[in-house]
């Protein structure tokens, strides 16, 4: 009888596991757009790694994404390798070329340029672009499959076309400068009848020959020839000859390009392991300093959405963008007090600043330890950019973050592709009051960034949630609420991504227009908060860990596309 029981006891929990199990994918793929994540579910169905993946969605997203990211970029990853255990952290992001100085974005009078179009289009404020080399370095170190098997579907997808989404035709339409110069122009707009261009209509099956080439070039040569073949000639082309604002870049600075492998910065936040970018970008350090400044409030018996977590959370915003905005810039030239902004003391200290009754007003940068003096970044960009996670079934995870910087970035197209304008991701101004900003453009220097892909890691130390999105300086916002969302409240991924937005980066309160928040404004302001209520456009794509598998989630604002793989 006792064995029968057993037997029974065995076979019912081997059922139930059974199920668990095949309840959720151990592989899933979740980009901002559906022909990348079905390119990337495609590579990972073949036996490719997660990396093999990101790879062919890139390549994907460089076409059918081309406000948002593109190989004429830049790229931050995290990835878990499942075999060593390791979590790594590498660096794609653009460089000045050597010609570039501090006065770059100056007028002649000295005042800076108006940021855009002034600032943005034209071949100044493209950067070396580090992709490729990104791409290359990731695939040498993590990638399964052949190198020219991933260019494969998307030199087919751009021979073929894809379809123009929404998104893409709504970008278009509020891009004035951006029909002004050719390639661009005649590639996506078209003559109306009455002598003006109007953008594609959505649904237009759009090629794209220049590309077809180029990647049939970095296919053949490998990602070498994109920085030293015809296709680095063809961006210094580009750039050196744009009709607006010329720049000065050259094939010794492609030569020079190289990407970093960095040491991924963690935290525990309640029991739970947050890993993020460090500098370059600012993404890891500040949202870091958000979610430890609010570790000893009771988030938990708070609704997402309370005005009581509104006003804390932007108050910790407020402080730990104030710190960002002086001492975050590229670490080869700066250096950024890192263990100084994240030491338990100091961020207990900061944290004693956010009073549950009343906003901050006049908040101050905090003095870390090991800071230099500079004077703030005032940062201006307009959101683009894109995130994507995947785990394949091996167990590996990326988490990559991608840019050109603003829509279409610097406007300038070549071999197919759209050129980054990342260079004004540096304060255009180098100097306040006697003091430098950390973030002036230099040589060889990198802009400092926002882009925080983050992954997650339960108190077992399993992969327990990956999440990133693009949004400018707001990036930070959206990524750090995501996490809480997803430790304080146990969210599902696609609830995460839905929940309203709302963030304090400097003086004003950011509530998102058209959700049921806007209804605090009151309330806040009583607290001395000023309120802005705008459109906040977020790109979340999270995976995060359900049973024995993953479910994933993408934001109702944007296009992506979730696909579970294998059961
Ligand atoms: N270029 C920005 C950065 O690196 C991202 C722009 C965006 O997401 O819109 O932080």
Request: one cysteine or more; glycine letters at 8%; charged letters at 20%.
């Amino acid at each position: 009888m006792k064995n029968f029981v057993i037997i029974i006891f065995l076979i019912l929990s081997f059922l139930f596991n059974f199920v668990e199990a095949s309840d959720h994918s151990k592989s899933i793929v979740v980009t901002s757009n559906p022909y990348a994540s079905k390119a990337a579910a495609k590579i990972l169905r073949n036996g490719g790694s997660a990396v093999d993946a990101a790879i062919t969605a890139q390549f994907v997203l460089t076409l059918t994404q081309p406000q948002s990211t593109g190989i004429g970029g830049g790229a931050f990853m995290l990835y878990w390798d499942k075999s060593s255990e390791k979590l790594y952290a590498l660096d794609g992001r653009e460089k000045a070329p050597a010609s570039a100085s501090p006065l770059l974005f100056l007028n002649k009078d000295g005042r800076p340029k108006k940021f855009y179009p002034d600032a943005v289009v034209g071949g100044l404020s493209v950067g070396v672009p580090g992709m490729m080399r990104f791409l290359e370095q990731a695939h040498k170190k993590f990638g399964k499959l052949e190198w020219s098997v991933l260019l494969e579907y998307p030199i087919r997808l751009a021979e073929e076309g894809f379809e123009l989404s929404p998104a893409l035709h709504r970008t278009l339409s509020f891009m004035p400068d951006l029909k002004k110069i050719e390639p661009a122009a005649s590639h996506f707009y078209r003559e109306n009848g009455n002598g003006e261009l109007t953008p594609l209509p959505i649904g237009t099956i759009l090629t794209n020959a220049e590309y077809v080439k180029t990647l049939k070039r970095i296919a053949e040569f490998g990602p070498e020839e994109f920085y030293s073949g015809k296709t680095a000639n063809l961006i210094i082309s580009a750039v050196n000859n744009s009709p607006v604002s010329p720049g000065l870049i050259t094939l010794e600075d492609f030569a020079n390009y190289t990407t970093v492998w960095r040491d991924p910065i963690c935290d525990l936040y309640r029991k739970y392991k947050v890993c993020s970018m460090p500098p370059p970008t600012s993404g890891g350090i500040t949202m870091l300093m958000m979610l430890k400044m609010l570790e000893r409030f009771d988030i938990e018996s708070e609704h997402p959405n309370s005005p009581n977590f509104i006003h804390l959370f932007s108050e910790a915003g407020s402080l730990a963008y104030a710190d960002r905005d002086y001492y975050i810039a590229d670490p080869d030239f700066v250096d950024v007090p890192v263990n100084g902004m994240l030491n338990e003391d100091y961020i207990s200290e900061r944290s004693k600043l956010i009073k549950k009754e009343t906003s901050l007003r006049d908040r101050k940068p905090g003095k870390p330890k090991g800071h230099t003096k500079f004077s703030k970044n005032v940062d201006i960009s307009r959101p683009s950019t894109s995130h994507l996670v995947i785990v394949d079934n091996f167990g590996n995870s990326i988490s990559l973050t991608s840019t050109i910087e603003g829509p279409f970035g610097s406007h300038l197209m070549a071999g197919g592709f759209m050129l980054n304008n990342e260079l004004t991701d540096f304060s255009l101004i180098p100097k306040r009051n006697g003091l430098f900003v950390a973030n002036r453009v230099e040589a060889n220097k990198r802009p400092r960034s926002s882009m925080t892909p983050t992954i997650i890691f339960n108190p077992e130390g399993e992969i327990y949630a990956l999440t990133g999105s693009p949004g400018g300086s707001s990036i930070i916002g959206y990524v750090t609420k995501s996490v809480m969302a997803m430790i304080d409240w146990d969210l599902s991924p696609q609830d995460t991504v839905s929940l309203p937005h709302f963030m304090r980066k400097d003086e004003n309160t950011e509530l998102e227009s058209g959700t049921d928040i806007v209804r605090y404004k009151q309330f806040l302001e009583k607290k001395g908060h000023k309120v802005v209520i705008i459109p906040k456009v977020s790109g979340l794509q999270i995976i995060k860990k359900k049973n024995k598998g993953f479910i994933g989630g993408t934001d109702p604002r944007g296009e992506g596309l979730v696909i579970p793989i294998s059961k």
